[in-house]
């Protein structure tokens, strides 16, 4: 291949690491405006966050579409091929976090007026910083093509679903406690399972990371400790 052509095709490899890397960014900003304007009962934050996810969006169809081009116009094999491959499934993570953003968002937006007091809010920050970091994490690990730092993303998926186990245990307690409590606790629910899914998307790319690199997925299973399918759940009788 003529040096100009390899040059050429390194551009366009390049240009679709930068989509990627900007709908990270704007992933991140979803995530965490989702979380502050919940924590803070910011409805004008929460607007923001659906509105931004129209631009996730827009970013994963141009990504989709700049990489069948270069395929299409390069025939890539081997690691050339995988950096391609690598892009649409990160694209596609990085797009469904944008959705469960805009859903944490549009629950804060449903449960205005009925929040109460901050206690009930206390399991959500460990939550919600831990997934936060390793979307950070996992973002520069693709960025950096660090399979060290993607397989500790992959590891930390169980402390996720630990989180979200004891996070559901506390709100079915609170609505159990107070029949008043169920509305909105059923949406915190939602926003606790969109927070942990978020985590599943990270580790999701931290897995093409491990596949970018090498050429293979990382060995074992996934370490999950999400119980809740399982938990049994008995509401106190209502008397008569």
Not at 13 to 41: C, F, H, P, Q, T
Not at 154 to 180: C, I, K, Q
Not at 208 to 223: A, I, K, N
Request: with cysteine; aromatic share 6%; proline share 2%.
């Amino acid at each position: 291949m003529a040096e100009h052509i390899v040059k050429s095709f390194d551009q366009e490899l390049l240009e679709l690491r930068n989509m990627i890397a900007e709908m990270g960014g704007y992933a991140e900003k979803s995530v965490l405006d989702s979380i502050n304007a919940l924590m803070r009962r910011d409805m004008e934050q929460a607007e923001r966050v659906i509105a931004l996810d129209g631009t996730i969006d827009a970013l994963q169809r141009a990504a989709e579409e700049r990489a069948i081009l270069v395929i299409a116009k390069r025939q890539p094999l081997a690691q050339d091929l995988r950096e391609i491959v690598a892009a649409l499934r990160v694209a596609g993570d990085l797009e469904r976090i944008g959705d469960l953003g805009k859903n944490i968002a549009k629950r804060v937006v449903a449960i205005n007026g009925q929040m109460q007091g901050n206690k009930i809010f206390g399991g959500f920050n460990h939550m919600a910083e831990l997934v936060l970091e390793q979307l950070k994490q996992v973002l520069d690990a693709f960025a950096q093509r660090n399979v060290e730092e993607a397989l500790a993303v992959w590891r930390s998926d169980g402390a996720v679903d630990a989180m979200y186990t004891s996070l559901f245990r506390e709100l079915l307690t609170y609505m159990m406690e107070d029949p008043r409590n169920i509305g909105f606790c059923t949406h915190l629910l939602f926003c606790a399972k969109n927070i942990e899914r978020i985590g599943d998307h990270a580790t999701n790319i931290a897995e093409t990371v491990h596949y970018l690199v090498t050429g293979q997925s990382p060995s074992g299973e996934r370490p999950k400790n999400d119980t809740t399918s399982t938990m049994p759940v008995e509401f106190p009788a209502v008397a008569n």
